[in-house]
C-alpha cells in the first residue's frame, strides 16, 4: 500500500473540497481584481539564481533544486511567489510608479513552515510596489483580512510587529553578523538569561541591552505601544516605528471594532528581508497563522529598479479547511 502514499506534507483535494477550493479561488481573484490588482501566472520552475535573489535568499534551505538538462544550469522549484512578483513589478512595470499584483499557484518546500504543517500549499497573495506610505500597508492588511472573510473565517485576530524597531537597537550595538545571529535567535527565544549572558560576553552597552530586554515583554493590547515609549528611550527611529503601528491600529479599529489586535515589538518574522511593520493573522485554536505579510522596502534593487514594497499571502488549502470547519460549527 506505500506505493499509494504521498510525500510528507504534500496534499491532493478531492471533491467536494475541491469544488470548494476553486470557488474560493474565484472570489478571491475576483476580490483582488476589484481592489485594483493585476493577476500574475508565474512558472513553477526558474533558475535559481532569479528565485533566490534579494528577498528570495532566505528561501534557498526550503527550495529543491535540479539541474536543466536543456542548458546545464541549476534550477529551482518556487517555495514562495512574492520573490516572482517582485522581478516582475521590476522587469515588466519599471516605467509605472505604483503596481499591484496578485497571484495564485501551488509552491513546493523542502521543509514545512512549521511541525506537521503542509510542504505544496496553495499560496495566494496580494503585492504593493512603488508606495511608502503607511495608506498602502493598511490597504494591503485590510486586504488579508477581506481575504479570511471570504473564506469564511470568523474570529481571526491580528499580530502587529515592527522590525525596525529591533534594527534601530541593533544598529547602536555594532555587532558583526555572527553576533546579530547569536542574538536574534535569543530574542525569538524572548529568554532573558541567555541575553543576560549575551550582553556580559560581548560587553553590550546597558542601556541598548536594557532596551533588547524590554523588548521581549513589549506585546499585549494596543496599549502596550505606550509602555514601548517609555522603556525604548526617544530614539526618533523607534518613535516613528511606534507611531506606524498606533495609526494603523487605530484606523484598523475603524473598519473592524471587534477585531482583536495583538502588538508583539520582539516578533521579527522575515526578519532578514523584511523592513517594517509586518503582521499575521491568526484563528482560536488554530496554532499555524493564517496568513502573513509585511513591509520589504527596496525589493526589485537586484533587478534594477529598487522601491518599497508590501505583501501578504497566505495557504487557500488551510484557510478552505478552517472556513469550512467554522461554518459547519
Known amino acids: 500500500m506505500k506505493r499509494w502514499w504521498l510525500p510528507e506534507g504534500m496534499e491532493e483535494l478531492l471533491p467536494p473540497s475541491s469544488w470548494r477550493a476553486e470557488d ?13 490588482y493585476e493577476l500574475i501566472l508565474t512558472p513553477l520552475v526558474e533558475h535559481l539564481d532569479t528565485l533566490l535573489t534579494g528577498t528570495g535568499s532566505d528561501l534557498e534551505r526550503q527550495t529543491f533544486k535540479l539541474i536543466d538538462p536543456a542548458s546545464g544550469r ?25 503596481v499591484r499584483l496578485c497571484y495564485l499557484g501551488t509552491v513546493l518546500r523542502t521543509q514545512a513552515d512549521s511541525l506537521g504543517g503542509p510542504r505544496s500549499p496553495r499560496q495566494v497573495g496580494c503585492e504593493l510596489f512603488g508606495e511608502a506610505r503607511i ?26 510587529g515592527h522590525v525596525g524597531i529591533y534594527r534601530a537597537i541593533a544598529a547602536r550595538l555594532k555587532l558583526d553578523t555572527e553576533d546579530e545571529a547569536a542574538l536574534f535567535g535569543i530574542l525569538q527565544r524572548k529568554s ?40 525604548l528611550g526617544d530614539g526618533a527611529d523607534i518613535a516613528e516605528c511606534l507611531d506606524s503601528l498606533e495609526r494603523v491600529a487605530t484606523e484598523l479599529n475603524k473598519t473592524y471594532p471587534a477585531l482583536p489586535i495583538h502588538i508583539d515589538l520582539a516578533e521579527l518574522r522575515g526578519y532578514r528581508y523584511q523592513t517594517g511593520m509586518v503582521f499575521a493573522a491568526f484563528a482560536p485554536g488554530h496554532g499555524r497563522e493564517l496568513a502573513r505579510g509585511g513591509r520589504y522596502d527596496g525589493v526589485g534593487r537586484e533587478f534594477g529598479v529598487a522601491r518599497p514594497a508590501t505583501g501578504f499571502s497566505a495557504d487557500l488549502n488551510e484557510l478552505l479547511r478552517l472556513g469550512v470547519g467554522q461554518e459547519a460549527a
Open 74 to 98: 541549476l534550477l529551482g522549484l518556487r517555495a514562495d511567489m512574492t520573490p516572482q512578483a517582485a522581478r516582475i513589478a521590476a522587469r515588466r512595470y519599471a516605467n509605472q510608479a505604483v
Open 192 to 231: 532573558r538569561p541567555d541575553l543576560r549572558d549575551f550582553a556580559d560576553a560581548k560587553r553590550l552597552q546597558q542601556v541598548a541591552a536594557r532596551s533588547l530586554a524590554e523588548l521581549m515583554d513589549l506585546n499585549g493590547g494596543p496599549v502596550t505601544l505606550d509602555r514601548a515609549r517609555r522603556v
Open 135 to 160: 495608506e498602502a500597508d493598511l490597504e494591503i492588511v485590510r486586504l488579508m483580512l477581506e481575504t479570511l472573510e471570504l473564506a469564511g473565517v470568523r474570529d481571526a485576530h491580528l499580530d502587529l
Open 24 to 36: 474560493l479561488r474565484r472570489a478571491l481573484l475576483d476580490r483582488y481584481r476589484e481592489r485594483g
